[in-house]
């Protein structure tokens, strides 16, 4: 079966990348051993990250205070690596600390790979074995690719730390600059009614008058454009931005393009993924292409243990040199994370999914996409943000380790 694609425009797709990689992508999965097949052992499982906006102030303590065997020497790591207490920040805050981009970011990540390993190191869990693959929304998209073996822990903390830190300085120098007020703005519409919201939306981005060009989003600068950030799900979508001109585009669309989506303003001090965070993208090119040590080593391992869903694309990295590609553009370039589920449920057949990270966003957005919140027969959808839940969790992938899929 195929996934139903959202016709996203091409300005916020992969540019023909993903037509591109398709013969490697059949290539690789052919001499994969996880490569989508139907398993006879147990369900597929895919494992996902949380993105900004997840983090809180304490949100380690639990786990430090239950497991500092393993928690304790990943924090001091973390600390080591990018030379400041970020274990600090996470521990005592303060929240506006914390809620810096250059300091949430490499926060959330180091947060979801320590629990990662505690479910690793103190409950057996085994990730090679259990898990098919990984994908993360937004900043996920790095502990996933920690995950899936295509990156070092180091390398990704020391280039979300960086990332982070130009996608906040870029923002500012540019509300400076130019003017006007910057963000990020969810789109909540009916169901059934997402793809006509986008095309309203693209139409008003494309053009502002019947047969003219002459206002398009790319003709305006950086700091006044906007872009689709996020599909989350099968109505929720975000846009990223002008402040200005995403108030002109819902007036638009609620006028002319018989639409009343609910608009909920995001706590975000930057625009991501759109085009104002072009210098962190060039920054990502950068840091990719240069080996991570003395010795000359490639940031990126490819393949790694198992495939990696890219955000761009919302298919598995195909190659070395596109997932390079990609997590650059991904700073700029639309999350098809609600295509990315899909993908996986309807193709891949994955029946457990095991969200790692602070918060509850990610389980909801894929338990709401896949009909599942919980265990159900064959499978589930769980989060770890807790320990507490860590057992139940446990148990239930116990439970579903042995049973066939159609």
């Known amino acids: ?18 037509c591109r990689a398709a013969a490697t992508w059949k290539s690789f999965l052919k001499h994969r051993r996880w490569a989508g097949s139907t398993s006879t052992h147990r369900p597929q ?4 990250f949380p993105g900004q906006g997840v983090q809180r102030v304490g949100m380690i303590d639990e786990w430090l205070d239950h497991f ?27 929240h506006a600390r914390l809620t810096a981009t250059e300091h949430s970011q490499p926060a959330i990540m180091a947060t979801s790979i320590i629990i990662l390993r505690v479910l690793e190191r ?12 990984t994908l993360g929304h937004s900043l996920g998209e790095y502990a996933a690719l920690v995950a899936a073996g295509n990156l070092r822990y180091s390398d990704s903390l020391r280039m979300v730390h960086k990332r982070g830190q130009v996608m906040a300085r870029c923002s500012k120098e540019a509300c400076e600059q130019d003017g006007g007020e910057v963000g990020m703005v969810a789109l909540v519409c009916e169901a059934g009614h997402l793809q006509s919201l986008i095309d309203a939306i693209y139409e008003f981005l494309g053009t502002s008058s019947a047969g003219s060009k002459s206002d398009s989003n790319e003709d305006l600068p950086p700091v006044e454009q906007v872009l689709i950030a996020n599909i989350n799900s099968k109505n929720q979508i975000v846009l990223s931005g002008s402040i200005e001109r995403i108030k002109l585009l819902l007036t638009h669309i609620r006028q002319f393009g018989g639409h009343d989506p609910r608009a909920v303003r995001l706590k975000a001090d930057s625009p991501f993924h ?14 990719l292409s240069n080996p991570s040590n003395s010795k000359n080593q490639d940031i990126v391992t490819f393949p790694g243990i198992m495939p990696c869903v890219s955000n761009v694309t919302a298919r598995p990295f195909a190659s070395n040199q596109q997932l390079k590609d990609l997590l650059a553009r991904q700073c700029v370039e639309t999350v098809r994370w609600w295509d990315s589920v899909r993908y996986l449920d309807q193709e891949w057949k994955v029946r457990r999914w095991i969200g790692i990270g602070p918060g509850k966003v990610g389980r909801n957005l894929v338990g709401k996409e ?19 839940e860590v057992d139940e969790i446990m148990k239930a992938l116990d439970e579903t380790e042995n049973i066939e899929e159609d």
């Open 122 to 133: 103190e409950f057996g869990f085994k990730t090679t074995e259990r898990v098919d693959v």
């Open 274 to 287: 759109s085009p104002l965070m072009k210098p962190a993208a060039d920054y990502m090119r950068r840091a």
């Open 370 to 388: 896949v009909g599942m919140k919980g265990a159900v027969k064959g499978g589930g959808v769980w989060g770890v943000s807790d320990p507490k």
């Open 45 to 48: 499982t895919a494992l996902f």
């Open 68 to 94: 500092p065997r393993t928690v304790k020497p990943i924090l001091e790591e973390t600390d080591s690596i990018l030379q400041y207490p970020l274990s600090k920040i996470i521990a005592e805050g303060p």
């Open 1 to 18: 079966m195929t996934a139903v694609q959202v016709n996203v425009p091409p300005l916020a797709l992969a540019r023909g990348c993903r």
